[in-house]
């Protein structure tokens, strides 16, 4: 096997970990798998690449992702009242870029959303920059492009 391949399967391990911990309400130990400065962002226009200076559905550091986990767990929301029921198919993983500190995936989602007698269906480009820890990975940022940000998202209790 070769490195690159290495590389994608370890990096493939980690985004399904991530995809289960989410649709089984496992966030204190979604936010484990981020490295401390990470970054978790929903841009509204998909074409963004400056986050810091452009609207985002999400541009959540460590502090903002620990009180987004927080709202999911204590109900303070009504958005997370009752809680919705996610299922995510992760797919088509292709590795951008390794390197001996990081590694680049982009994959695409398919994430079911049922909540209050409705189900609703989000599809999105993503994108995992992973960080090498201590001989594992921890995601260092995820860009979740939703293929139709401009009209699809509704008020979510989950993370995407």
């Not at 966030?27 to 810091?52: C, S």
């Not at 009752?82 to 992760?90: D, H, I, W």
């Not at 409705?118 to 979740?144: C, E, F, M, N, P």
Request: aromatic share 8%; proline share 2%.
């Amino acid at each position: 096997m070769t490195a690159s391949e290495t590389d994608l399967l370890s990096a493939v391990d980690l985004i399904n970990l991530e995809g289960d911990l989410l649709d089984h309400g496992e966030f204190n130990a979604w936010l484990d798998l981020w490295h401390r400065d990470g970054l978790y962002v929903v841009p509204i226009d998909p074409q963004a690449t400056d986050f810091k200076n452009s609207l985002n559905y999400a541009c959540d550091d460590h502090h903002m992702r620990a009180r987004r986990v927080h709202r999911l767990y204590s109900g303070e929301s009504i958005s997370t009242t009752p809680r919705a029921r996610t299922v995510r198919a992760l797919s088509r993983f292709r590795l951008l870029t390794a390197d001996e500190a990081h590694i680049e995936v982009r994959g695409a989602q398919s994430l079911w959303e049922h909540r209050k007698g409705h189900s609703r269906h989000y599809a999105a480009d993503i994108t995992w920059q992973l960080r090498r820890v201590d001989g594992g990975l921890q995601i260092q940022q995820k860009v979740i492009r939703l293929i139709n940000s401009d009209d699809v998202l509704h008020s979510i209790g989950y993370i995407l």
